[in-house]
């Protein structure tokens, strides 16, 4: 198929939006064949099936590169205490947080799982998302991590759009281990992980390296075995505080370092040292109401590439909207629109391990977006508007 009278942003390096009037994308099959401008259309491919998109602008389709979107119940509740006052820590403290919805998962079936979590699945493929990372972490048992990853990988199997997951094992001390977090990781998280990974439901190994969750050892411990298993990490860190979770990121070579409001300078260098990528995510600084934003200045100094991600889950960040993600990004972190527009597709593959995917080019999945705006600036700009006309997935209109 030819896609023809488009405005491309085909965002072939990180400098500019690589816009190509009047263009053409050759597709064929699940991949792009051919990009460039339509005087430059070589006759071989003058012949195959057209569609005219009526000079509309065409990007890579998004990707939501970090998200927690299967889970039970939700925390609105929590939501109103930290309006009245109660911080992030003392929410969790108090028996609420992450061990409130750990609560409500173990209790819901895989399927009332499944269609808890079709609900945001499709309001993200509705703003032009073909490809996301799905979490696990509100189980905290064996049986229940197992669970989540199973309904993950069932999503794919019922909608138009790729999942990778990770596995989050390490993401709270359950109530049964609590003040007891070392031995939750030697008898629950690593050995749920080797069985995981034997089952074929993973795709990487993450933590949460934070005051309230665990320590950069036994993080370690966790990522350790990873390796040995032949998985890549990744890594909540430096989101509350500074413990050192992002240079542990670095040191592992993982895939992102994911928050990072409280990294430094030093920990930039890091992770351009160790081509890591830092995931910003503004879903869970507006909802926190936090005040430490995460370094920006110091990531592109040390050519850091920043990518963007809803944080999709039931207390920190109930978002679903890539497109707002943008924004905040914008607005909340003096990010522009064209690296907002990067964090959501070439720098989110890259925190997922897919180098081929986010930009248009010639060999990369036919995953696009063709958006009613004159300009990818507009992405990041409006606010609640979803100018989408429509999503290309695999190369099917």
């Known amino acids: 198929m030819l896609l023809t009278n488009a405005k491309l942003a085909t965002l072939q390096n990180n400098d500019e939006f690589g816009i190509i009037d009047d263009g053409v994308i050759v597709l064929d099959g699940a991949h792009i064949a051919w990009v460039g401008g339509a005087i430059e259309l070589p006759d071989t491919y003058r012949d195959q099936e057209i569609r005219d998109l009526g ?86 048992d064996r049986e229940t991590e197992l669970k989540m990853l199973r309904v993950a990988r069932r999503i794919a199997k019922v909608r138009p759009i790729e999942v990778k997951t990770s596995f989050l ?58 390796k040995e298993l032949g998985l890549p990490v990744k890594l909540h860190a430096e989101q509350l505080s500074n413990i050192g979770g992002t240079q542990l990121a670095a040191q592992y070579g993982a895939l992102s370092a994911d928050h990072v409001e409280y990294a430094t300078d030093a920990d930039a260098k890091a992770l351009a040292e160790a081509s890591t990528v830092a995931v910003v995510l503004p879903g869970a600084y507006y909802t926190l109401r936090e005040t430490q934003a995460p370094p920006i200045q110091a990531f592109r100094n040390h050519g850091v590439p920043m990518a963007l991600a809803t944080d999709c889950n039931p207390g920190s960040s109930p978002l679903t909207s890539a497109l707002l993600t943008m924004n905040m990004a914008c607005t909340l972190f003096r990010m522009t629109p064209l690296e907002a527009l990067l964090g959501m597709t070439a720098h989110a593959a890259k925190a997922l391990g897919e180098l081929n995917r986010g930009r248009i080019t010639a060999t990369a999945p036919a ?12 992405l990041s700009y409006r606010i609640g508007f979803n100018p989408l006309h429509s999503r290309i997935f695999k190369g099917t209109l």
């Open 367 to 378: 995953d696009l977006c063709v958006w009613d705006v004159e300009h990818p600036a507009e």
């Open 169 to 226: 094992g390490a993401h709270a001390v359950p109530a049964e281990y609590a003040g007891r977090a070392d031995a939750y990781i030697e008898d629950v998280c690593i050995p749920t992980l080797r069985v995981a990974h034997t089952e074929g439901l993973i795709d990487a190994v993450d933590g949460f390296c934070e005051g309230i969750a665990f320590d950069t050892k036994q993080i370690a411990r966790i990522f350790t075995v990873a």
């Open 55 to 140: 000079g509309r602008l065409v990007t890579p389709a998004l990707i939501d590169c970090h998200t927690h979107v299967v889970f039970g119940g939700n925390r609105a509740v929590e939501f109103e205490l930290r309006l009245n006052g109660a911080s992030y820590q003392e929410v969790a403290q108090a028996g609420g947080g992450i061990v409130s919805t750990v609560t409500a998962t173990r209790a819901a079936s895989e399927d009332e799982l499944l269609t808890d979590a079709l609900i945001r699945i499709d309001a993200m493929i509705a703003e032009g998302v073909t490809f996301i990372e799905v979490k696990s972490g509100y189980g905290l």
